[in-house]
């Protein structure tokens, strides 16, 4: 059984096709690329299966069950979490509050009025451990709305991997930084990924990114899925190179 | 800006104390020190100040402005003044449980319908639902007493230690003040660990970015709600305990100006600290004491200090003394 299986998944907006009846499946522990031009339709389709957008038709089944019309924290509580393209952060909020609120969410501790989030020592040991893995150990008391671009691309990844989802989607994580900054960012992510062996969904315009660091690469063109196959296969395939560089090759 | 919003979040107990201690024991002193109209003035400040923390976990902890508190004020007064007309009851400690129980009624009601809105149609919502309360006391008048109100008699403290005595000032500025006193101080705690509890984390984090809170699992209209009830509980608590004291309940109090003031105390001692609306809330007291005993034209001094407020001190007391600290400091 596939950990994530769309059935003629579909999301329009007005005339648009943006996500037009797409099957698409994630297998557990794979590491998969989503991978298109602008407008292809990449990040319409994570936002209708993580629930920020509404589907207009299709089936969305997560380890069997269906959560097609399951509002964002059950589909949370069964494990789909996501980062965002546009950096989504709590700005007022410490780096180590941002990371604290997944745990205590995972736990179900929000709902605790009487109790001092700072006296949770297994929460505080977790969330601390958390930014150690992102680098971000050293920022922890400051407000996440001050950080660098780059800080703020990893802060928001590790607020969805605090909530140890069994999905992961990635929405462009190196999207707004300095080329510079792109292969340190992907190595942190990555690392964190392989590791803890998350199944993860990354949308990434950057080639050598998606050929690097994915085990299967999905390519969607206008709303529908074009080709999918290893990183060698795609690497071959022309139809997904004229689509995407306008060139036979990618090499 | 950023320093004091990181006090929001970022307080510890060990940063809480140096600051608060002193200033509790200040309190503890006022009436040794003072006369007794002036002790039961600040208790009155202090009354507010405890509406002001209520209304402030919504603004400044969840980020929805509430143009309707007068509603939970007035309702905790209201459970007061009927429980003395109906029931003829005189135990403060009766009166302060009706008081915060009928707060928390309405706030579950109102805040129910409101918080499926967020910005000015939450404003507006809270407003409109306060105004409706309102011109129902008026119209109630075979209960509520219509515009002459109903008289809410000196109450007795503590099953009987403690009672009026001849002089009703003697027993508002002694007994009756570090009743109040005692309640401030619970509130305040009560409200410290609120914000600074897992749940106080998840609000600031509603306000920051709803979107966001709802992807880390954070239940935003549920927890909205939660915010709300508790907010109007500790607003209900500051009417029950003021309307002893000042020992007159009408209609005025449920009216929209009055929901204005609460707003004003957050706003004057900054709402984006913990301490604002408790300072705020002191300070708009003497404020309009002042203003209205020197001149007809209060309302104009009151207005007048608002425009500067948003003027110059868009952070309130509170934050313009926090930068001013934090200006020395570098000066050194």
Redesign the interface.
């Known amino acids: 059984m596939s950990l994530l299986e769309t059935k003629r998944l579909r999301k329009f907006f007005g005339d648009l096709h943006a996500v037009d009846d797409v099957d698409f499946l994630v297998q557990e522990g794979e590491v998969l690329a989503l991978i298109g031009s602008n407008g292809a339709g990449k990040t319409t389709l994570v936002n209708v299966i993580?629930g920020?957008l509404r589907s207009d038709g299709g089936q969305i089944l997560f380890r069997g069950a269906d959560v097609t019309r399951q509002p964002?924290?059950d589909r949370?509580?069964a494990g789909i979490?996501?980062s965002?393209q546009i950096v989504?952060?709590?700005?007022?909020?410490?780096c180590f509050?941002n990371v604290?609120?997944?745990i205590?969410?995972?736990e179900g501790?929000?709902?605790?009025?009487?109790?001092?989030?700072?006296g949770?020592r297994a929460v505080r040991d977790e969330a601390l451990e958390v930014l150690n893995q992102f680098g971000l150990e050293s920022k922890r008391?400051i407000?996440a709305?001050?950080l660098s671009q780059g800080e703020r691309k990893l802060l928001d990844v590790a607020?969805?991997y605090a909530?140890r989802p069994r999905l992961l989607f990635l929405d462009e994580p190196t999207s707004g930084v300095s080329t510079r900054e792109k292969a340190p960012i992907m190595d942190i992510v990555s690392a964190v990924v392989r590791r803890e062996r998350i199944t993860a969904v990354i949308i990434e315009h950057d080639m050598d990114v998606v050929f690097g660091y994915s085990d299967r690469i999905v390519a969607m063109h206008q709303g529908a899925i074009l080709a999918q196959g290893t990183p060698a296969e795609i690497r071959k395939n022309q139809q997904v190179s004229m689509t995407l560089i306008g060139a036979p090759s990618f090499d | 800006m950023t320093g004091a919003a990181a006090s929001v979040n970022g307080q510890s107990i060990k940063r809480a104390l140096p600051l608060g201690l002193p200033f509790a024991l200040v309190l503890l002193a006022v009436p040794w020190m003072v006369s007794p109209y002036q002790a039961y003035l600040l208790s009155t400040g202090l009354t507010y100040a405890i509406a002001g923390l209520g209304f402030n976990l919504l603004l400044g902890y969840t980020g929805l402005l509430s143009f309707g508190h007068a509603a939970y004020f007035g309702m905790g007064a209201y459970a007061v003044a009927f429980l003395v007309k109906y029931f003829h009851w005189s135990s403060m400690e009766v009166f302060l449980a009706a008081g915060v129980l009928a707060a928390a009624v309405t706030s579950a009601l109102f805040g129910f319908i409101c918080v499926r809105y967020t910005r000015i149609f939450f404003s507006i919502l809270a407003l409109a639902l306060a105004q409706v309360l309102w011109s129902l006391a008026l119209k109630f008048y075979w209960a509520t007493g219509g515009s002459d109100g109903l008289r809410v008699p000196t109450p007795v403290l503590l099953g009987g230690m403690f009672a009026a005595t001849e002089d009703k000032m003697d027993f508002l500025g002694g007994p009756y003040y570090y009743f109040v006193l005692v309640a401030f101080f619970v509130a305040v705690a009560v409200m410290w660990v609120i914000v600074n509890s897992p749940f106080g984390k998840a609000l600031q984090a509603i306000r920051d970015n709803e979107t966001r809170a709802e992807f880390v699992g954070v239940r935003v209209r549920r927890y909205r709600w939660i915010a709300f009830v508790v907010s109007g509980a500790f607003t209900g608590l500051a009417g029950a305990l003021w309307v002893p004291a000042n020992g007159l309940m009408t209609p005025d109090y449920l009216y929209w100006t009055f929901s204005g003031k609460i707003v004003f105390f957050a706003v004057l001692g900054g709402f984006r600290t913990f301490a604002g609306p408790i300072l705020g809330a002191i300070v708009y007291n003497y404020l309009e004491y002042y203003a209205v005993a020197s001149t007809v034209y209060w309302q104009f001094v009151v207005g007048a200090v608002l425009m500067f407020l948003v003027l110059a001190m868009p952070t309130g007391i509170v934050g313009a003394v926090g930068r001013l600290g934090l200006a020395f400091r570098r000066a050194d």
């Open positions: 993580s920020l964002v924290h949370i509580r979490a996501r965002f989504n952060l709590f700005d007022h909020l410490t509050d604290s609120l997944s205590f969410s995972r501790k929000t709902s605790r009025l009487m109790s001092l989030a700072n949770d008391n407000l709305g001050l607020v969805a909530l």
